[in-house]
């Protein structure tokens, strides 16, 4: 039982480029989450998934795109990156929101986004 | 103004020490009050969880809520170097696309010193 993975761990982009974050989670839940993670700012949510095929924004949603093709995956894309996405990306996904103690969310490692 | 505020430290103590760390918030709405703690280049794992005013113990650390005042702290006893992370206040709310989501504090940075 892996948990929350996330593929790549680290990655470098140049103003402009393309990537996606690939989160995927073996637990069969439900819900699924994007947040950033940057200094002075906490966790914020960018998108999120309720369940297979849905998708929602977040507080931080503009620049990114996200994609649940399949219920333990959780796609985040950047189609043109800027500074400004230089971060860490986790992904988290819980089992029954607002249920506790259902709703714990667990988060991946983290990807590190540099954007020059 | 931030919906959760939450001092970014650093703090340093000495081992065997009582932490305190603590969080205000302005939104009543928040229903579930959580302590993550998250490890260097590590993710957040679940410390504490509590859903109601009072205090609630595990182990060496004790959670308390105080939704009058809008403030939750966590009280770390004993502290061992093995503390030393960064603890993150979560706050649960309703989302309105469904689910709920977590408001979380800014984190702060802790170090246990030998």
């Known amino acids: 039982n892996a948990g929350v993975t996330q593929t790549p761990k680290f990655r470098v982009l140049k103003t402009g480029q393309s990537m996606t974050l690939l989160c995927a989670q073996d637990?069969?839940?439900?819900?699924m989450y994007w947040y950033r993670q940057d200094p002075g700012m906490g966790l914020r949510l960018i998108h999120y998934?309720?369940?297979?095929?849905?998708?929602a924004k977040g507080e931080v949603p503009d620049g990114y795109n996200v994609s649940r093709l399949k219920k333990q995956n959780f796609l985040l894309g950047l189609e043109s990156a800027a500074p400004s996405q230089t971060s860490v990306y986790f992904c988290?996904?819980?089992?029954?929101?607002?249920?506790?103690?259902?709703?714990?969310?667990?988060f991946g490692p983290g990807t590190r986004l540099t954007v020059t | 103004q931030k919906e959760v505020e939450q001092d970014p430290g650093p703090l340093s103590v000495p081992e065997g020490a009582i932490v305190s760390l603590n969080c205000t918030y302005s939104?009543?709405?928040?229903?579930?009050f959580m302590w993550y703690r998250q490890y260097s280049r590590k993710g957040p794992e679940l410390l504490m969880y509590?859903?109601?005013?009072g205090n609630k113990e595990d182990g060496r650390f004790t959670a308390q809520v105080d939704k009058s005042s809008k403030y939750i702290s966590l009280f770390i006893r004993d502290s061992q170097p093995s503390d030393s992370a960064t603890y993150l206040c979560?706050?649960?709310?309703?989302?309105?696309?469904?689910?709920?989501?977590?408001?979380f504090g800014t984190g702060t940075q802790l170090k246990v010193e030998l």
């Open positions: 988290a996904s819980t089992q029954d929101p607002g249920r506790p103690p259902r709703d714990e969310q667990y």
């Open positions: 637990m069969n839940h439900e819900y």
């Open positions: 998934s309720v369940g297979e095929g849905t998708t």
């Open positions: 939104n009543s709405a928040f229903q579930y």
């Open positions: 509590t859903y109601s005013s």
């Open positions: 979560a706050m649960s709310g309703a989302l309105t696309g469904g689910g709920n989501k977590l408001t």
